[in-house]
């Protein structure tokens, strides 16, 4: 039975999708923007002939149209004209294109679209969140808020160009004094939370840290400037830089000079002077309830799409009726941005659709039978549902594939720096990790995990990712519990009365893995059989997700099932902690980033390969040169691919979306991955419902 539903959804997605993602797949178009400089834009960011298809659509800019619902509040009297609202030709984003390169269409009016509960934080931010650049699923991206950037020719100057004609959600002008004041009294103060957290805007000077000077040009113009240089994979790519702005007219009296926020001297703010309990009393009087000037500034500059009432560059702004203008109420609604700056090709601005709905339930599976009512236009789905929700809908809904950028799924890792030297030496010898992967039947894994959906496959990039590679997603796969027993002998383990490996010492040897919120319920008494078949004896200690995460901080761990921060993803442009030991994130290398975070003054000291690592990747953002930078990537891959330090046991799984057939320039084959925002790739605010 099993094997016949996995036929069946295999022809179902074969129907439906054909995978091409990340590298080699091209062709994803860069956005028109009339008046930009192209050529200087998309060479700056490594956008390389993806403007061919543009070049095809007629674009009409002779004069704007608006939503209907607008047009009344225009003739009311209680909006300025569309005109009025958003940028001139010279200044406008036209969206032409979908993530895919694909032309998108010109859509119509009204109408909303019903989703699934906002979920965490960042839930309302990922369909409706506008960012400096925006990525196609190629990996290339463009200027998206800014209109254009460039840099002097030895990148210690990066500067950025806005719109003129820009507005706030509230009719306000964009300025480069929303830039000036979001950086000198939000984010140097750490108002924001994030002063340490975005590096893009930070460098080392004399064994010191020190920030970007930023400098007002004009009205539309602002610089960073850096006493080293500031290569794009430090800055634009891999800096985790994701905006640069913040409503100065609407904070101005919610930002406190005192002993935890100091002001910052700059040219172009004076200290507020605001004590921490008047900022509060300010905040309340807007209608925004903080407990503590450090919840204030988080909420207000950081998670700002949650905030209901504050200014927005986004397509979406959050309602301010109550009981619809909370990520927790059972309906929570983001109202178009009337005065939002980008139109279609025909001059139609942006969105389409009046809203979008956030729809909380409460009970497992209720999202499922509110899409099949048709409560719900978009959701997420398992494997095991598609074939039998499209049955069941037939036309009225249609699949959505999403690929990822995980390297392989059910993931386990080791404390490379554990404090028991038995257990390090014991990781730090490949063999083991060898052993570790061929004692596991992968084939009858992915029947009791999969139902037989998900290939056998090692941690790895996933085909069609950069860095794919066969030989590499089967290496050390095939089953053989003998292998398997002579590598850990080999090892030094030696077999106890008790059926077990103890260390050569006599101790004994646990692996005790750690998992966090029940990720591995499932997944751990599978893998806990072949690991004691072949005389591994082990323990699955779960935690609150909290906890994992001070225990893995503390260094006081064995080994990981289900890491929180797993192995790979899309690119070193996607956040290169993943892949290379320079911060405490991911689990697979423990306390060796630490010694990098921390200059040496904490952790373990990395040596072979891991210093490898560290050293490649300090070359991949120390140049400027494309090509270079490429080079440099495909050698932490191979090195990665010569260790395997976490070890996968399945492929990955991509995910997957129903919609409602009526939605239409919801674009196929995207990739899910955190430097492209996850569901922000959609680009919501060209979706529209079919008359």
């Known amino acids: 039975m099993r094997k016949k539903n996995s036929r069946l959804l295999s022809m179902v997605l074969v129907a439906a999708t054909s995978m091409t993602m990340l590298a080699g797949c091209g062709g994803a178009a860069t956005p028109i923007e009339s008046g930009v400089e192209d050529n200087t834009t998309t060479e700056q960011a490594g956008t390389e002939a993806t403007t061919e298809e543009v070049s095809q ?37 036209v969206e032409s294109v979908d993530a895919t390169g694909a032309h998108l269409e010109v859509g ?31 990996g290339s991206y463009y200027p998206n808020v800014i209109k254009a950037f460039d840099h002097n020719d030895d990148y210690t100057e990066w500067t950025f160009h806005l719109r003129e004609g820009m507005k706030w959600s509230d009719g306000e002008p964009f300025t480069a004094d929303d830039i000036t004041f979001w950086y000198y009294m939000c984010h140097l103060s750490n108002f924001d939370s994030k002063k340490s957290g975005w590096p893009a805007l930070k460098e080392e000077v004399n064994g010191e840290d020190a920030w970007a000077k930023l400098t007002k040009v004009d009205d539309y113009t602002v610089t960073w400037t850096f006493v080293n240089p500031k ?87 959050l309602s301010t009726v109550p009981g619809n203008s909370s990520k927790d109420d059972t309906l929570c609604i983001m109202d178009r941005n009337p005065y939002f700056w980008k139109v279609d090709v025909a001059g139609n601005q942006l969105p389409y659709v009046d809203a979008l709905h956030f729809n909380t339930t409460s009970e497992d599976g209720q999202d499922l039978l509110m899409f099949r009512s048709g409560e719900i236009d978009i959701i997420t789905i398992a494997m095991k549902d598609i074939s039998a929700t499209l049955g069941d809908l037939g036309d ?111 101790s004994d040897f646990m692996l005790t893995f750690l998992a966090y919120d029940g990720g591995a319920d499932e997944s751990y008494p599978v893998f806990e059989q072949y690991y004691k078949a072949v005389g591994i004896n082990c323990a699955l ?98 090195i990665h691919k010569d260790n395997l330090w976490s070890i996968g046991y399945l492929k990955a799984e991509n995910s997957y979306e129903l919609i409602n057939s009526k939605i239409k320039n919801y674009a196929d084959n995207l990739v899910w991955a955190d430097c492209y925002q996850y569901a922000n790739m959609t680009h919501y605010e060209v979706l529209f419902k079919a008359e």
Request: aromatic share 12%.
């Open 57 to 93: 659509v007629e674009v009409n800019l002779g004069s704007y149209s608006e939503a209907p619902m607008l047009a009344e509040q225009v003739a009311a009297g209680t909006l300025p004209a569309v005109e009025e609202r958003i940028p001139d030709a010279d200044n406008v984003f």
């Open 541 to 638: 200690k779960n935690l609150e997700v909290a906890a994992f995460d001070e225990q893995i901080d503390n260094n006081d761990w064995v080994a990981v099932m289900g890491p929180h921060t797993a192995i790979g993803g899309a690119s070193l442009k996607d956040r290169a902690a993943p892949f290379v030991p320079i911060a405490q994130s991911s689990e697979w290398y423990g306390e060796y980033g630490t010694y990098y975070q921390t200059k040496g003054a904490q952790g373990v000291e990395p040596t072979g390969d891991m210093a490898k690592l560290v050293e490649i990747y300090d070359k991949w953002r120390s140049t400027s040169d494309e090509a270079e930078r490429d080079a440099y990537q495909e050698q932490i891959y191979q």
């Open 396 to 506: 009225a809904a249609e699949l959505r594939e999403w690929g990822t950028t995980n390297w392989g799924s059910y993931q386990i890792t080791f404390n490379y720096t554990n404090t028991d030297e038995n257990y390090a030496t014991l990781f730090a010898n490949p063999d083991f990790r060898e052993a570790m992967s061929i004692c596991v039947d992968r084939s009858q894994v992915s029947e009791l995990l999969s139902d037989g959906f998900l290939e056998p496959g090692q941690a790895a990039p996933a085909e069609g990712n950069i860095g794919y590679d066969e030989e590499w997603s089967t290496k050390w796969t095939e089953y053989d519990v003998d292998k398997a027993k002579s590598l850990l002998e080999g090892c030094g383990l030696v077999m106890g009365s008790d059926g077990f490996y103890d260390f050569a010492d006599g």
């Open 108 to 138: 119509n009016y009204g109408g909303v679209i019903n989703l699934a509960g906002a979920g965490g934080g960042w839930g309302l931010s990922r369909p409706t969140l506008e960012s400096i650049i925006r990525y196609n699923t190629d």
């Open 231 to 317: 290569y794009p994979a430090d800055f634009i790519e891999n800096g985790d830089f994701k905006w640069c702005w913040a409503p100065a007219h609407y904070l101005s009296d919610l930002i406190p000079d005192s002993e935890d926020f100091p002001y910052v001297e700059n040219e172009y703010w004076q200290s507020t002077g605001l004590s921490e309990e008047e900022v509060l009393a300010n905040a309340q009087k807007k209608g925004i309830d903080a407990a503590t000037v450090k919840d204030l500034g988080k909420a207000v500059s950081y998670n700002f799409w949650n905030t209901s009432g504050l200014p927005t560059l986004n397509s979406f702004v």
